[in-house]
């Protein structure tokens, strides 16, 4: 049975009604739940990648690990479009900032109102342009080549990002190693789940029009794809370039988010991380990866923490409990997800009303008849 | 010249050592059902992937409707050995992709079926659907495409139940039995609105029931979509019934033509299936 589409509308309103309702009290009280805050933060953020990993890997089926490196691209511009003029000195103390791209930021400063209480928005945008880019030419090459290859070549293009940006001779743009900081942060949470909800929200529009479902097709069966006249290379190109696109934008959140960034940050571990979350979640589910990266975020951050703390039961401690452990349990957790559950959290499904409505229905169901059997 | 649609000319494929098709012509012509025959490993399948674009020929030209889609291509050592045989005749190098030449409208199916499998019944139909789409990637995402959206999803439903696939349409399509696996095949061939259907054996495996069946649906299809049919097969008894002329081919070359009845009763064609009796060879 099918619900009406009007109840399904009134339903998700309400449950994004709730969501705001929450984070507006969580914010109430900061000092409190400043653990809850960063881990709901950074959740949706990586939530954002990690649905752009999926459109690439879960529905184009192009294996790609280049996240890191396009995260750090949209980090790198975004940041150094953020960061206030008068603490440029401050920053660049080392090195000192290019001159052109000090100038051109005391001319923002200069700009009318509206301009300025957009900007970081602007700010954001730009650096996922950045991203797509990169990707645009870096997609020429490379996407000829197929599966595990495809997976090495943007691997070592994330790298090589990375390398530049901590290089000396970028020193003047980047700070080279020293990283960037004193990185403007949005005022409040809300602002943060509105521009993520925004972008998985666009995703999802796409990967549920004609051209996802070309991408579908490609995933499938590339020959008979192309004879359905479906142009295998323009629509990898613009599957690669759409999902680096809203990567770099995750990546100006994050560096928003953090404050202060260095190119470390953004190395493999990171799309490790992300690949993690889109496998936890499922391979071609969009609410999978939402799901996904709230879980191991918390998981990480907050609820797995106890791992990397000594611990000691009657007096002796157990010698594996120490800092670092956490990354041992995750990487264990992995790997029993690939063996036993290798369809993640939703598989290739995706959450729906009727979908709950259906479940909860089978567990009513089935609750009756052990009533029955025990009266 | 005419107006063929289909017409190859001197076409040759070689990998290698292996001469896969040689010096292969022939021509359709329009509304005709034209069947290609042959033992095993004789390039009927690479003729069809010529045709398609998935190989480049090393030499000769292939005309649809009398415009040239591909020409020879000869690469490596084959451009030596090639490059003097019918200059004059074939001097443009010329091959378009699989999904241009299908855009031209030719279909085809494929001899080990390749649906996407994990897709529904009416996803795979609606697929090829998007080639005919004038939506681009901002309009699709926001859904200004809605009306020509909503009128694909209503051909492909068409469609769907003019082949009697109605009932199917939310089926994954791995779950389907073989033969409907076949017919929904060709289905999304017609979807992308051919004027020319390439069958690549669509009988394989086939029990003599469903090859009858089949025998029925290919000449109905023809006939309601005004197609031209070129098909590969070995079923004969298909063959015979349905095909207005047929082509032998055998080690890459043509052995034989004409209609069904004189193909029956060509003794080099006999030969090439049956292989030459001891006692004859003297």
Redesign the interface.
């Known amino acids: 049975m099918m619900m009406k589409k009007s109840m399904r509308i009134l339903l998700s309103g309400f449950l994004v009604l709730l969501v705001a309702v929450f984070l507006l009290m969580v914010e109430q009280d900061k000092a409190q739940n400043g653990m809850l805050l960063s881990v709901l933060e950074k959740g949706v953020i990586l939530a954002v990648v990690a649905v752009a990993m999926n459109l690439l890997n879960g529905f184009t089926g192009l294996f790609s690990l280049g996240q890191a490196g396009f995260m750090a691209i949209g980090a790198y511009t975004t940041a150094i479009l953020l960061i206030p003029v008068d603490a440029v000195d401050s920053v660049y103390y080392m090195n000192g900032i290019n001159p052109g791209i000090k100038a051109f930021k005391t001319l923002l400063e200069s700009a009318p109102g509206a301009v300025q209480m957009a900007y970081p928005y602007l700010a954001l945008i730009v650096g996922g342009l950045m991203g797509a880019l990169f990707a645009a030419l870096i997609g020429i090459p490379v996407l000829r080549l197929k599966s595990d290859y495809l997976a090495v070549a943007t691997l070592g293009f994330s790298e090589i990002i990375r390398a530049i940006l901590s290089s000396p001779q970028m020193d003047t743009i980047t700070n080279g190693s020293y990283g960037l900081n004193k990185i403007p942060g949005f005022s409040s949470i809300l602002i943060t789940f509105i521009i993520a909800g925004v972008c998985i929200g666009?995703m999802a529009?796409?990967i549920r029009?004609?051209?996802g479902?070309?991408f579908?097709?490609i995933r499938?069966?590339e020959?008979?794809?192309?004879?359905?006249?479906?142009?295998?290379f323009r629509h990898k190109e613009?599957s690669f370039v759409?999902s680096s696109f809203f990567t770099a934008i995750a990546g100006g959140m994050l560096a928003m988010f953090m404050r202060s960034i260095e190119a470390k940050t953004f190395s493999i571990t990171l799309t490790y991380d992300i690949l993690l979350i889109v496998v936890i979640g499922g391979l071609g589910s969009i609410t999978g990866s939402v799901i996904g990266a709230l879980l191991v975020t918390a998981s990480k951050e907050w609820w797995l923490r106890f791992f990397d703390t000594p611990l000691s039961i009657g007096g002796i401690s157990i010698p594996l409990f120490r800092p670092g452990f956490r990354m041992v349990v995750f990487s264990v957790l992995l790997m029993v997800v690939v063996l036993f559950y290798r369809r993640g959290l939703m598989g290739?499904r995706e959450f729906s009303w009727d979908g709950l409505y259906g479940l909860i229905k089978r567990l009513i169901k089935r609750q009756r008849p052990s009533k029955g059997g025990a009266a | 010249m005419g107006n063929h649609v289909l017409r190859l000319e001197n076409l040759t494929m070689q990998f290698g050592g292996v001469v896969a098709v040689n010096d292969l012509s022939l021509h359709i012509d329009e509304g005709e059902i034209v069947a290609l025959i042959g033992p095993n490993g004789a390039g009927k399948t690479t003729a069809f992937n010529m045709i398609t674009g998935v190989y480049a020929p090393t030499n000769g030209a292939i005309y649809f409707h009398d415009e040239m889609i591909v020409s020879n291509h000869p690469q490596g050592k084959m451009r030596q050995n090639y490059q003097g045989s019918h200059p004059e005749k074939f001097p443009q190098v010329l091959v378009k992709t699989p999904d241009q030449i299908t855009k031209l409208g030719v279909a085809r199916t494929f001899q080990n079926i390749r649906l996407f499998k994990s897709l529904s019944v009416f996803e795979n139909v609606l697929i090829a659907k998007h080639m005919h789409s004038h939506a681009n990637v901002f309009s699709a995402t926001f859904r200004l495409n809605a009306r020509e959206e909503r009128q694909q999803r209503q051909e492909t439903m068409e469609l769907l139940r003019i082949l009697g696939l109605e009932n199917l349409k939310d089926e994954v399509a791995s779950s389907l039995p073989y033969g409907q696996q076949r017919r929904l095949e060709i289905a999304r061939a017609l979807a992308t609105q051919p004027t020319l259907l390439l069958l690549d054996e669509p009988a394989a495996g086939m029990n003599p029931q469903e090859t009858d069946e089949l025998t029925a649906f290919i000449r109905q299809i023809q006939k309601d979509f005004h197609l031209t049919v070129f098909i590969i097969e070995h079923h004969m008894d298909l063959v015979m019934e349905i095909s207005n002329r047929i082509y032998v081919l055998d080690f890459g070359q043509t052995i034989a033509q004409g209609t069904p009845e004189e193909i029956q009763n060509n003794p080099r064609v006999v030969e090439a299936y049956l292989g030459v009796p001891e006692d004859a060879e003297d």
């Open positions: 666009l529009l796409l029009s004609t051209y479902r070309a579908k097709a499938e069966d020959i008979a794809a192309e004879a359905m006249g479906i142009n295998l613009l759409v290739d």
